[in-house]
């Protein structure tokens, strides 16, 4: 009978199951094997390293409170690393992320042993290999809130106390209050400068307020109201004010270290009922962060429809449990406050009277819709929703206005408003989805007249009915371990720390919103009164007795004497959760039964009725509850007060002691009351115009808004330093001291004072490095390292990269390095490789011998030249070459390559999905135009293909300009339908608008994506993509033509330039095929450069109109972008569109009285006819082709260019100009308002073109790993058989193969050293590296059948112990003339006498003891099956970095049986047995190759073993005869010095971008000359931004453009003047960026004697800006920057001893 009672608990309990809606935190435990670190890389790609008994904590540890508590250390040490250690609470492992010291950039990878480690104490020996002494300093913290490089310096802020707020909310999560915390601020050694505003902005942002103001949840999700059934890390971004400073944790995959910051207080208390049962009450008000800012700053709407100081408010009421396995019965309340919602502000007139108050004339209700929206979107969804399906009801918004409505107050005018806004918003049907009403309460009035308390009970008379219906939220809480069956109610599982499941009983059916003017002191006092009334009957409907004793007792009395109970049931509440009610058998009664302590009672737990106490005066209110409650509530009601107005007026709370009403002190706090409200008012006016400007500045900077104004040189990312952690040099750098630095030292951080000194025998230093990941180059920063003689160092390098070491390309050469100081950090801009006859065309304006004046592109880079991008660059060649060669020693120090790599963690992971999806997009036929562009500059999708030409590609691409203007998710390939096109030749005609026609091509056949480094997965046609060339120049060359008529000498005017360079980037031409067009009909590409079209002054104001245009889109953007929380996205009437979203060539409605015409016949450039606007000013009706609307015109509107809000709404309404509603066409539009619009289109076509070359760059890479999903040519496997493999499987099966050990060799870490051979129709090479469960099972590599034999050379990913190499065999199998011979050699050099030979295997015997690896795989593998595969186990573990295979046909193995006499036969490791001849008859071909074809071909290359923490070898004892010979020539003095050459006059030209300098006759010959450094400063903002997918990937490749394109590179040219007039060169010189004021010396080739010498800066001066200070918009003229200029920069020197100068030398030397 026992044993059937438990079976039948068992199916109860297996009954009862929760709803699963996500996946909580982490993947399920393992009971044999765990994954170290269990990454929030769910399931580590590159890497699997498994362990046992590591796991996350278990339930039973989260309920015995044995969790850890959250630590994060970050140490800094002597070599200047810094480290954050982090240990979590919701982890049982540790995390150590690295701050980059040159760059700032986190760097994480998951992988054991290496940054992820069992516990802190592994971690922090690891860093500092065992001895304190290394340790520069270290702070403790309790969480990490966020995390920001700004340029050269960054800043990490931290928690160092924190203090329980609310613990445990039901479920068993904690909510910590911050007390204090730290900004902990790195100095990196990136030398680019910021301005000194940026300086000045980054110092006050550590002033912000942290401390006691916000808050968080570790396990929780407190950005909804509770209990919220969302993960931790889907926050609600309308709260989470460190949203911006938590994506460098985000980017690294890490979503819980950096825990969701809350702006508010957060806050609890225990109190006592009647019968002593503990209740905790809880306040939770978190602000909003759509409006931050000030008081005076910060009122009413915004652009991102939200109010000024709007905080959403939250009450929980729960009995507190001793015990965390049993149920818990909670209630809450929420409710809203928040300043008046419509378009308002407040002035300062006087420094003693009150603000003045101004509506807007214009659209004053403009987003109130939206905002209420938002709200209702919001408490539809989560407070309302009944737990009933087809039961809902619409949420109710009330309105409680606190505003004065007396005749005379400034707040009248806004109370009024706020009415007609209400009336306004119900009788248009705008909120059909809520109830929205309205109650005003003139709160100072009503005290003034009735007092204190009378003001509180006709407050709660005039609320009553709307309290009572909008009630309150009830609810229960089961643990997982409660037995009980839930059947009624909204059931939510628990996302939090317990798990277990919620059950909402009762919703709340609405919220309350207070405001007041500000929504500080009476908003708090008003909700204060109402949330008092709630917790009391949320505490009577949890069974809690709050009355006093006296009210009890006679209520118990009465009771007890009328003998019948149930006739007072109108005063007797709902029985609680829990308790049941019967009736005697004998005597009748009724008593009341306790299920939850299983106790009976013969009184009934809720003797009150429902919401009593709002009939009570104070008087009666005071006398009949107790006390306590109360005045815990009021202390929680006073701390929020003080805490919101600190945050908004930078003072306490004023008005406070009414709250303590109920308090018998009330009356004797109210005598100080006066004094004490005047000085908060004096404090608020003089913090109001003093302070709130600054403190605008810290919240916009600290949440990541308007970057673009307040930081404008700060990237929106940083590049990787891609030498660090596992980078090695794979060729030996000889060394006159051997035994001092080890060779990866030069490119270590550990030897900050490196000195390498190479002998002096040595004509060049050349450096082979491997670098970490791969990559596109972007910068090289060398250190300079010598002596006090620095004639030792090198004069000039050349740069070459690639992805093999046999393929470099040569990107930079002849970059001179100055003499400088020991230490000094140089940073070099590489650019990308590029075609020598395209730099033969284009780039004349502004280089070292041009003729005539330079030419600068001082509006846009009219001679761009389009360098090839890589991402899978991996070794990186410097040849450096001495002073002297063959003289003295050369000294260099360390390297550092700065680039940019995918993100391949992201991209392995979901590999399949995106790959699948995206050929299933490549694979249509697509329109191929630029016009699907989604950007601000057109307005809807036009067509920019004006080719004729088809192409027939034989395979699809997967790149062009969809994928980034219609949305082309890269990571998931979903693209929206493009409107096709029927004909199939472009018409062109000679006047009107052209109707464009194309064909269905490929992606790739677009001409806009012809360049070589355009070329995306697939090859095209080199003969075709010409053709498609020269018919695109021909239409280039056709417009041009017809501007000209017969007059091809005719100058052109600006506008005509610019929209030829529009049809140009339509076309698809480059500048060099435009240049190389021009030219071919005799025609200078210089005289159509819009830059030169322009007079000086002119210009100056078209740069000054683009860049504040520029500005004030990225504003509205960010607007957008904001306003889009918690409403999804929004679309824009016409009426709304701005003009760089409007503007177009050629008119677009056939009812368009303007009709502008292109000039060039270009295609009509939309589909659709576009609505039309009456022009305000010749009132023609216009289309949005033909008008520029309201917001452009007021940016030339009085030299005014931004308004202090930034949003378009609030720009109209402080200029208050008359007729900004008014649309302006096109003929009445001012002519540099239609200039800058032309500029700005222009800049963002090259921009979209940049971007599509990044794009298809980035799918190539990828390509080359996962492949093109496409099956080899050698698998007969039918295309509908493509299972993807479950990941736990994959795992599962790596676990065996592995047998404990780890893969060292899996991209990106690891990589083919060399280029290898690969068959057309194959996988890439670099595949058989990749991940094994990566892209189709079914393809692989091979080789091409004239190869029989293949060497591979594979770089591990750090220094390891090899223990045996796995081949994954290919889905075609082997048969008996493709196995091949392997012979493996290992080592850490790429010489052959560094390299050991290890042995050789047959696989021909293998295979032919495996009849499984024969022949193709006829079925796909089932999950639990381990892939056909062969494990060659070496005799001994090697120790290597570099491991070479070398595939050996059997055919040619014994034609050239010569060639491997030298291999002892008899060594073989796998001791395999000789082939059978029984075998011979098995198959004998590979796919579709023909029989007696054989070709090598492979899958996956894994090999195995274990990462060694030794990353070179390092000598074992430093010699000391070679230490003191390093000293010795290290402190040798110079023998030379330098002296100042005296010049007879300075003059300066052009801005003092030119300096000659006169030289006397009697002088000395010339050795060179110094130069202090420039102070470079390059706003990042040169367009109106560009909008492009919203994917992962399309997010990374967005911030790409500033990093990958324009390195901005400077030079210095030097010509001599002696006798004639012509000028001699001398030679130019790169200035490297290092820090300012550093002085550079730059030696002649030869001393030089001159009469004259020319100066003259060159290269992209245009892409430097001035700094421009606080209230200064304008630009200087001309546009050269100031920081750039050589005034007084420039001085001559020549060598001389000491001796010979005399005792006076020291005066003379530079």
């Known amino acids: 009978a026992w044993r059937r009672r438990r079976r039948r608990r068992r199916r109860r309990r297996g009954a009862f199951s929760y709803p699963v809606t996500r996946r909580i935190l982490a993947p399920k435990r393992r009971h044999t094997f765990g994954k170290i670190g269990i990454s929030d890389k769910d399931c580590e790609w590159e890497n699997l390293y498994w362990v046992k008994d590591l796991t996350l904590p278990t339930m039973a540890e989260k309920r015995s409170g044995q969790l850890r508590d959250t630590s994060i250390v970050v140490v800094e040490l002597d070599s200047s690393e810094r480290y954050i250690v982090a240990s979590l609470s919701t982890r049982k492992d540790t995390q150590v992320i690295s701050i980059d010291p040159t760059t700032g950039v986190l760097s994480y990878t998951g992988r054991h042993s290496i940054d992820n480690f069992f516990s802190e104490v592994d971690a922090l020996q690891n860093i500092t290999a065992g001895s304190r002494w290394l340790v520069k300093s270290s702070v403790h913290a309790r969480a990490i809130l966020g995390y920001a490089a700004l340029g050269n310096v960054s800043l990490l802020l931290v928690a160092t106390k924190l203090r329980s707020a609310i613990q445990p909310l039901p479920g068993g999560d904690t909510v910590y209050l911050i007390e204090e915390s730290q900004w902990i601020k790195v100095t990196l050694r990136d030398p680019q400068p910021l301005s000194k505003a940026e300086v000045k902005i980054v110092a006050e942002l550590q002033d912000i307020d942290i401390d006691g103001m916000h808050f968080f949840c570790e396990t929780r999700d407190i950005t909804r109201p509770f209990p919220s059934g969302f993960l931790v890390q889907d926050y609600d971004k309308e709260f989470a004010w460190n949203d911006w400073l938590s994506k460098p944790f985000k980017d690294l995959g890490l979503d819980h270290h950096c825990v969701v910051l809350l702006q508010g207080i957060a806050d609890s208390r225990i109190c006592l009922d009647l019968r002593g049962q503990q209740m905790i009450v809880a306040l939770m008000a978190r602000r909003s962060r759509l409006h931050p800012g000030t008081?005076?700053?910060?009122?009413?709407?915004?652009?991102?429809?939200?109010?000024?100081?709007?905080?959403?408010?939250?009450?929980?009421?729960?009995?507190?449990?001793?015990?965390?396995?049993?149920?818990?019965?909670?209630?809450?309340?929420?409710?809203?406050?928040?300043?008046?919602?419509?378009?308002?502000?407040?002035?300062?007139?006087?420094?003693?009277?009150?603000?003045?108050?101004?509506?807007?004339?214009?659209?004053?209700?403009?987003?109130?819709?939206?905002?209420?929206?938002?709200?209702?979107?919001?408490?539809?969804?989560?407070?309302v929703t009944s737990g009933r399906s087809g039961n809902r009801t619409l949420p109710s918004v009330v309105c409680v206005n606190l505003l004065r409505n007396g005749v005379g107050k400034p707040e009248i005018v806004l109370s009024e408003h706020f009415q007609q806004c209400i009336q306004y918003l119900n009788s248009g049907n705008k909120l059909r989805t809520m109830n929205l009403s309205l109650i005003s309460y003139d709160w100072h009035a009503n005290t003034k007249l009735l007092g204190d308390a009378g003001t509180i009970e006709k407050f709660w008379q005039l609320l009553k009915p709307q309290i009572t219906d909008i009630g309150l939220l009830m609810g229960d809480y089961f643990p997982s371990s409660e037995k009980r069956k839930v059947s009624d109610g909204l059931l939510i599982p628990n996302q939090g720390l317990m798990g277990g499941m919620f059950r909402v009983i009762h919703n709340q059916r609405g919220v309350f919103r207070f405001n007041c003017a500000d929504?500080?002191?009476?908003?708090?006092?008003?909700?204060?009164?109402?949330?008092?009334q709630v917790m009391l009957e949320q505490a009577r409907r949890l069974g809690l007795l709050f009355d006093s004793n006296k009210h009890f007792e006679a209520n118990f009395s009465f009771t007890e004497r009328s003998g019948e109970r149930e006739t007072f049931k109108g005063f007797l509440g709902p029985l609680p959760p829990g308790w049941e009610s019967r009736s005697d058998a004998v005597t009748g009664k009724t008593f009341y039964i306790d299920h939850n302590t299983r106790t009976t009672t013969w009184n009934h737990p809720c003797p009150d009725e429902a919401w009593r106490r709002l009939d009570m005066t104070v008087e009666e209110f005071k006398e009949e509850t107790l006390s306590t409650p109360i005045a815990a509530l009021a202390d929680l009601f006073l701390i929020a007060g003080d805490v919101h107005a600190m945050l908004y007026t930078g003072s306490r709370a004023m008005h406070s002691h009414i709250l303590q009403i109920f308090n018998d002190d009330a009356v004797k706090s109210k005598q100080y009351v006066a004094a004490q409200n005047m000085k908060i008012t004096l404090q608020r006016r003089y913090l109001n115009v003093i302070v709130d400007n600054s403190r605008q500045k810290q919240l916009e900077v600290f949440l990541g808004l308007r970057r673009h104004k307040h930081l404008p040189t700060v990237r929106e990312r940083s590049l990787q330093v891609l030498t660090r952690h596992h980078a090695c040099l794979i060729k030996p750098v000889r060394s006159l001291y051997p035994s001092l630095y080890a060779v990866n030292d030069l490119i270590s951080i550990k030897n900050k004072d490196l000195i390498w000194v190479c002998p002096s025998a040595a004509e060049v230093v050349e450096l082979f490095i491997f670098l970490a990941q791969p990559c596109h180059a972007c910068q090289?920063?060398?250190?300079?390292?010598?002596?006090?003689?620095?004639?030792?160092?090198?004069?000039?390098?050349?740069?070459?990269?690639?992805?093999?070491?046999?393929?470099?390309?040569?990107?930079?050469?002849?970059?001179?390095?100055?003499?400088?100081?020991?230490?000094?950090?140089?940073?070099?801009?590489?650019?990308?490789?590029?075609d020598s006859k395209d730099v033969a065309v284009t780039g004349a304006g502004s280089w070292p011998g041009r003729v005539g004046k330079q030419r600068f592109p001082w509006l846009y880079e009219f001679e761009e030249q389009e360098g090839e991008l890589d991402f899978l660059t991996r070794v990186v060649s410097i040849t450096f070459y001495p002073a002297s060669p063959g003289s003295v020693p050369v000294t260099i120090g360390e390297v550092e390559v700065l680039g940019i790599s995918l993100p391949w963690w992201r991209i392995c992971k979901n590999g399949k999905s995106y790959l699948k999806n995206a050929i299933s997009v490549a694979g249509k036929e697509q329109r191929t135009d630029l016009t699907g562009m989604h950007s601000p500059v057109l307005?809807?999708?036009?067509?920019?293909?004006?080719?004729?030409?088809?192409?027939?590609?034989?395979?699809?691409?997967?790149?062009?300009?969809?994928?980034?203007?219609?949305?082309?998710?890269l990571l998931t390939g979903d693209l929206p339908e493009v409107a096709q096109t029927d004909s199939d030749q472009l018409l062109v005609s000679n006047v009107g608008i052209d109707d464009v026609t194309m064909n269905k091509t490929d992606l790739l056949s677009h001409p806009f994506v012809s360049s070589p480094d355009m070329m995306c997965n697939f090859p095209l046609d080199k003969d075709n993509g010409k053709t498609k060339m020269k018919h695109a120049a021909e239409e280039y060359l056709h417009a041009f033509r017809m501007n000209h008529d017969s007059d091809m000498a005719r100058s052109m005017q600006f506008s005509e330039a610019m929209e030829l360079e529009i049809l140009r980037f339509n076309l698809g031409l480059s500048a060099a095929q435009r240049d190389r067009a021009l030219l071919s009909i005799g025609i200078d590409p210089a005289s159509l450069d819009p830059n030169q079209l322009l007079s000086?002054?002119?210009?100056?104001?078209?740069?000054?109109?683009?860049?504040?245009?520029?500005?004030?889109?990225?504003?509205?953007?960010?607007?957008?972008?904001?306003?889009?929380?918690?409403?999804?996205?929004?679309?824009?009437?016409?009426?709304?569109?701005s003009s760089w979203e409007t503007l177009?060539?050629?008119?677009?409605?056939?009812?368009?009285?303007?009709?502008?015409?292109?000039?060039?016949?270009?295609?009509?450039?939309?589909?659709?006819?576009?609505?039309?606007?009456?022009?305000g000013n010749c009132q023609k009706k216009v289309c949005d082709a033909c008008r520029l609307v309201k917001e452009a015109a007021l940016l030339v509107s009085g030299n005014t260019f931004i308004s202090n809000l930034g949003e378009s709404s609030a720009m109209r309404f402080l200029r208050g100009l008359p007729n900004v509603e008014a649309v302006l066409c096109k003929e009445c539009s001012p002519q540099l308002l239609l200039d800058v619009a032309l500029l700005d289109c222009v800049k963002m076509y090259a921009s979209l073109r940049r971007n599509c070359r990044i794009t298809a760059a980035a799918l190539e890479a990828i390509k080359e790993i996962v492949g093109d999903g496409c099956h080899s040519s050698g698998s007969s496997l039918t295309e509908e058989v493509d299972v993807l493999q479950s990941q736990n499987d994959n795992q599962n099966w790596m676990e065996v193969l592995l047998s404990g050990e780890t893969s060292l060799a899996q991209f990106p870490y690891a990589t083919l050293l060399t280029s290898v051979e690969t068959q057309a129709d194959a996988a890439s090479s670099l595949s058989l590296l990749g991940c094994p469960f990566l892209g189709d099972q079914k393809a692989y590599w091979k080789a091409p059948p004239n190869v029989s034999s293949m060497e591979l050379t594979v770089v591990l990913t750090t220094l390891s112990s090899v223990s045996g190499i796995i081949l994954l065999v290919s889905s075609c199998g082997y048969s008996t003339n493709d196995t091949p011979i392997v012979e493996v050699w290992c080592g850490n050099w790429i010489t052959d006498k560094e390299r050991n030979y290890i042995g050789r295997w047959d696989i021909a015997t293998e295979v032919a003891a495996s009849p499984h690896l024969f022949g193709e795989e006829t079925s796909l593998r089932r999950e639990g099956t381990i892939p056909r595969h062969l494990f060659f186990r070496f005799n001994k573990h090697e120790r290597c970095r570099i491991i070479w295979l070398k595939f050996i046909l059997h055919s040619a193995a014994s034609r050239k049986s010569s060639s491997f006499g030298w291999v002892d036969t008899s060594f073989d490791l796998l001791n395999l047995n000789p082939v059978n001849s029984s075998d011979s008859n098995k198959r004998s071909y590979i796919g579709n190759c023909v029989k007696n074809s054989p070709c090598i071909h492979a899958r996956r290359i894994i090999i195995v073993g274990r990462h060694l923490h030794e990353e070179t070898d390092f000598p074992i004892s430093?010699?000391?005869?070679?230490?003191?010979?390093?000293?010795?020539?290290?402190?040798?003095?110079?023998?030379?010095?330098?002296?100042?050459?005296?010049?007879?006059?300075?003059?300066?030209?052009?801005?003092?971008?030119?300096?000659?300098?006169?030289?006397?006759?009697?002088?000395p010959s010339i050795a060179g000359f110094r130069v202090d450094s420039l102070y470079p400063i390059k706003n990042c903002l040169t367009h109106t931004p560009v909008k492009i997918g919203s994917s992962a990937l399309d997010v990374e490749l967005k911030n790409m453009e500033n990093l990958l394109i324009n390195p901005c590179s400077l030079f210095i040219y030097v010509s001599a003047l002696q006798d004639s007039r012509t000028p001699v060169p001398v030679g130019y010189y790169m200035l490297p960026i290092t820090q300012v004021g550093t002085p550079l010396y730059f030696d002649f080739t030869k001393p030089i004697q001159a009469r004259v010498l020319i100066f003259e800066l060159l290269g992209d001066i245009a892409h430097f800006n001035n700094e421009i200070t606080e209230g200064d918009s304008s630009f200087r003229d001309p546009p050269l920057a100031s920081g750039l200029s050589l005034a007084n920069k420039i001085k001559l020197y020549r060598y001389a001893t000491t001796s010979e100068m005399g005792k006076w030398a020291l005066l003379s030397s530079i």
């Open 1518 to 1563: 430093v010699q000391v005869p070679e230490k003191v010979a390093w000293r010795n020539l290290i402190e040798q003095p110079s023998q030379f010095g330098r002296f100042k050459a005296q010049i007879e006059a300075e003059s300066f030209r052009e801005s003092d971008r030119v300096v000659e300098q006169v030289i006397s006759q009697s002088s």
């Open 780 to 834: 090289l920063m060398l250190t300079v390292a010598h002596g006090l003689e620095d004639l030792t160092s090198p004069t000039a390098f050349d740069v070459r990269t690639g992805r093999y070491v046999d393929r470099l390309k040569l990107i930079l050469e002849g970059a001179t390095i100055p003499k400088c100081a020991n230490g000094t950090k140089l940073l070099y801009s590489l650019p990308g490789a590029m």
């Open 1144 to 1175: 177009q060539i050629g008119c677009t409605n056939a009812g368009c009285e303007l009709h502008l015409k292109s000039k060039y016949g270009m295609p009509k450039l939309c589909t659709k006819s576009t609505a039309l606007a009456v022009c």
């Open 939 to 969: 307005k809807s999708p036009t067509n920019m293909n004006a080719s004729s030409v088809h192409v027939n590609s034989s395979r699809s691409s997967v790149g062009s300009f969809n994928s980034l203007g219609q949305g082309l998710d």
């Open 519 to 532: 929504s500080l002191d009476r908003t708090n006092a008003a909700s204060f009164f109402v949330a008092v």
């Open 1096 to 1137: 000086s002054s002119y210009l100056v104001q078209v740069c000054q109109a683009a860049y504040q245009l520029a500005l004030t889109s990225h504003i509205m953007s960010e607007d957008e972008e904001l306003a889009a929380v918690g409403l999804g996205k929004l679309e824009k009437n016409g009426a709304e569109r």
């Open 295 to 383: 008081r005076y700053l910060a009122r009413g709407l915004n652009a991102a429809f939200s109010t000024g100081n709007e905080v959403e408010c939250e009450q929980l009421v729960w009995p507190l449990n001793a015990s965390l396995d049993k149920a818990v019965h909670f209630s809450m309340y929420l409710w809203r406050r928040g300043t008046v919602p419509i378009w308002w502000k407040a002035e300062i007139k006087s420094t003693v009277g009150e603000a003045e108050i101004f509506v807007s004339d214009i659209e004053p209700y403009k987003g109130a819709d939206h905002y209420f929206r938002r709200l209702g979107m919001r408490y539809g969804d989560s407070v």
